[in-house]
């Protein structure tokens, strides 16, 4: 990764512009061309430097329900609980972490009801229970790193 | 679905939709992404590049752009930190931690008494465990006495990452 790929990933951070040729408008704040920095992007992609490039979608203004659940889940059955959890197309990520409640995963689902009926699903494929916690508010999102 | 019934729907609800399904995994890289669009859609790319627009204003789009995979780029620790404050202050205190610049995301959740008592939730990125822990200490200085307990929880696996998506075969 060189400069020119460090400033890319700083300024793709940014609001991309929506216009006819947004790569030119961006590869000119750049100083570089927009073939350089379209293949520049499709690289740093391929190597997993961007996980993702395109509109990023706030779920829950989309009238979708979006929510955070954690499960404590005995360490003999783990991988297989993980893995009737994230068979589940409603489950967006899923992380182990470092406490009691050692299973934490994000449900988004087109409907509250289809979250519930996912959450009883989930409930009644593994027989634990899953604790529901649904933002009451948002105070931020959203993280600039800088490279 | 014709082009026309899409186009009549007043509000643009199912044109809507279709962008959002046909972007969810990302912008074309070409030098005319919306016309892209446009073509595959089969509408005119003003109109792709006028919703695009209304949804990054109405705040279904959140921004246009990277993001960037913060494992690749060093920031390998993240903790998730939540603490228990009064629910009369949970604005003002979920809004100032929200600001300080390593919280990616900050909110207020349910608790769950008596096991999980925490209704503030901060994730926090650093580049190593102790700077986590050094970060969450900034976060307790900024609640003071009004931090009636707290924790933080590192993952120690991903067991799956896929995203948002909609129109998710069930």
Not at chain 1, 28 to 34: A, N, P, R
Not at chain 2, 118 to 137: P, Q
Request: charged share 25%; aromatic share 8%; proline share 4%.
């Amino acid at each position: 990764m060189d400069n020119l790929d460090r400033q890319i990933i700083n300024e793709l951070q940014r609001n991309f512009p929506i216009c006819d040729h947004p790569f030119a408008v961006v590869a000119d704040h750049l100083d570089t061309s927009e073939e350089e920095l379209i293949s520049r992007i499709q690289l740093l992609l391929d190597e997993k430097y961007l996980t993702r490039f395109g509109p990023l979608f706030n779920a829950d203004q989309m009238g979708g329900s979006v929510s955070l659940c954690a499960m404590a889940v005995p360490e003999y059955e783990f991988n297989d609980i993980a893995e009737k959890v994230n068979a589940c197309p409603q489950v967006a990520h899923n992380y182990q972490r470092d406490h009691q409640l050692n299973m934490w995963f994000v449900l988004a689902t087109e409907t509250q009801d289809e979250l519930e009926e996912t959450i009883r699903n989930i409930e009644e494929e593994t027989g634990l229970s899953v604790r529901n916690m649904p933002k009451l508010q948002e105070f931020f999102v959203g993280l600039y790193f800088e490279v | 679905m014709n082009r026309q019934a899409v186009l009549m729907n007043e509000d643009y609800t199912i044109l809507d939709r279709e962008i959002i399904l046909a972007t969810q995994a990302g912008l074309p890289l070409v030098s005319e992404p919306y016309q892209q669009i446009a073509d595959q859609l089969n509408v005119d790319p003003e109109l792709i590049k006028k919703r695009l627009k209304k949804m990054r204003e109405d705040g279904r789009i959140r921004r246009i752009g990277a993001v960037p995979n913060h494992y690749k780029l060093g920031y390998t620790a993240n903790g998730m930190s939540v603490w228990d404050v009064p629910d009369d202050l949970i604005k003002t205190f979920g809004q100032a931690v929200g600001k300080m610049s390593f919280v990616s995301h900050c909110y207020e959740r349910p608790r769950f008494l008596p096991e999980w008592p925490y209704n503030l939730f901060a994730m926090i990125h650093g580049h190593s465990h102790e700077e986590v822990l050094e970060k969450a200490d900034k976060i307790a200085a900024l609640l003071g006495e009004n931090c009636r307990a707290r924790d933080i929880l590192f993952s120690t696996r991903i067991l799956k990452k896929t995203g948002i998506r909609i129109g998710v075969q069930t």
